[in-house]
């Protein structure tokens, strides 16, 4: 397969990486892999901005809303998956598009997930108790002091991240980002990134729009119908644990909203950090037409076929 080509639509949260994903996939006709890990689950629909109906109706999507909040999915199962499907798609097509906001998920599929050393489940367990007991702010702070590196581009508002990374440096004592990209396998494809980017106030303003527009669409009332799950990891995210504090009584629904917005503009900032790492990104504008978007990316195909030749 090696003249097969995987191309990986990468940007900020609200960017318009949906929208660049579809006009590819129709371009080369073919279909979408989402490699947005707050997407697999089929009870979180308005909060992780899921493509449309129509969106969905336009391309032949994967791995949207496949999964429940209750099922137990990791990186490492998304992957096992996703190069499954790959391998299948690529029996008819040459290129295959993926859309995702989450770095480590798409990484995991172009160049692999690393290898860590064996952690006691009892130190999960422990730490998971902190979490309960201490908070999430507790975790974050042990992790500064674990290891800096990691805690600059980790999902600060993760636990599950933060518990895996302070788990291995415990265990292996050093810090979980030494052992990242070690050894990677060679996939059987060759891949392209593209990142959509813009001026950071314009995300910022895109994002304060989304999330008025998901409060419209009746976000308040799907988190309410959660609330009884809000301890399961899948809705320890964005846009849900803010209105759980509400719906708890810890604060307005302003402030909530409020909460929405500024942690998501954290999220992205820290997407941009993790993507910032990598010098293989061909950058466009959010604001480039199509024509041109397209123009940009048949030359850089051309390039990459030739290169590896």
């Known amino acids: 397969m090696s003249n097969k080509v995987l191309i990986a639509v990468v940007g900020p949260t609200a960017i318009g990486k949906t929208a660049l994903g579809i006009l590819l996939a129709q371009h080369f006709d073919t279909e979408i892999i989402s490699a947005d890990s707050r997407q697999f689950f089929k009870e979180m629909k308005i909060g992780t901005a899921v493509p449309s109906d129509e969106e969905l109706e336009a391309v032949q999507h994967h791995f949207i809303?496949?999964?429940?909040?209750?099922?137990?999915?990791?990186?490492g199962d998304f992957e096992k998956e996703a190069l499954t499907l790959l391998n299948s798609l690529f029996q008819e097509?040459?290129?295959?598009?993926?859309?995702?906001?989450?770095?480590l998920y798409v990484d995991a599929v172009i160049?692999?997930?690393?290898?860590?050393?064996?952690?006691?489940?009892k130190l999960r367990e422990s730490l998971n108790q902190e979490l309960q007991e201490k908070g999430l702010e507790?975790?974050?702070?042990?992790l500064k002091s674990r290891d800096p590196e990691y805690y600059k581009r980790v999902d600060l508002d993760n636990p599950h991240r933060l518990i895996r990374a302070l788990e291995v440096s415990i265990a292996a004592n050093r810090p979980y980002s030494s052992?990242?990209?070690q050894n990677r396998p060679k996939r059987p494809?060759?891949?392209?990134?593209?990142?959509?980017?813009?001026?950071?106030?314009?995300?910022?303003?895109?994002?304060?729009?989304?999330?008025?527009?998901?409060?419209?669409?009746?976000?308040?009332?799907?988190?309410?119908?959660?609330?009884?799950h809000k301890?399961?990891?899948?809705?320890?995210?964005?846009?849900?644990?803010?209105?759980f504090e509400y719906l708890d009584g810890h604060c307005s629904l302003d402030v909530a909203i409020?909460?929405?917005?500024?942690?998501?503009?954290?999220?992205?900032?820290?997407?941009?950090?993790?993507?910032?790492?990598?010098?293989?990104?061909?950058?466009?504008?959010h604001k480039t037409n199509e024509e041109l978007i397209l123009k940009k990316l048949n030359k850089q195909l051309k390039a990459l076929n030739h290169a590896q030749r």
């Open 231 to 243: 301890h399961l990891n899948a809705l320890q995210t964005v846009g849900y644990k803010e209105l």
């Open 65 to 75: 809303q496949h999964k429940s909040i209750f099922d137990p999915y990791s990186v």
């Open 258 to 285: 409020s909460e929405i917005k500024k942690n998501t503009r954290r999220f992205a900032k820290r997407q941009l950090t993790w993507l910032r790492k990598n010098d293989n990104i061909l950058w466009i504008d």
């Open 189 to 228: 494809f060759k891949h392209l990134y593209v990142g959509l980017e813009a001026p950071r106030e314009v995300v910022y303003e895109r994002i304060n729009a989304r999330v008025d527009q998901m409060m419209e669409l009746g976000l308040l009332e799907e988190v309410r119908a959660l609330h009884p």
């Open 93 to 103: 097509k040459d290129i295959v598009v993926m859309v995702g906001g989450s770095g």
């Open 179 to 181: 052992f990242l990209s």
């Open 111 to 121: 160049r692999g997930l690393d290898e860590f050393p064996e952690v006691n489940p």
């Open 138 to 142: 507790h975790l974050q702070k042990e």
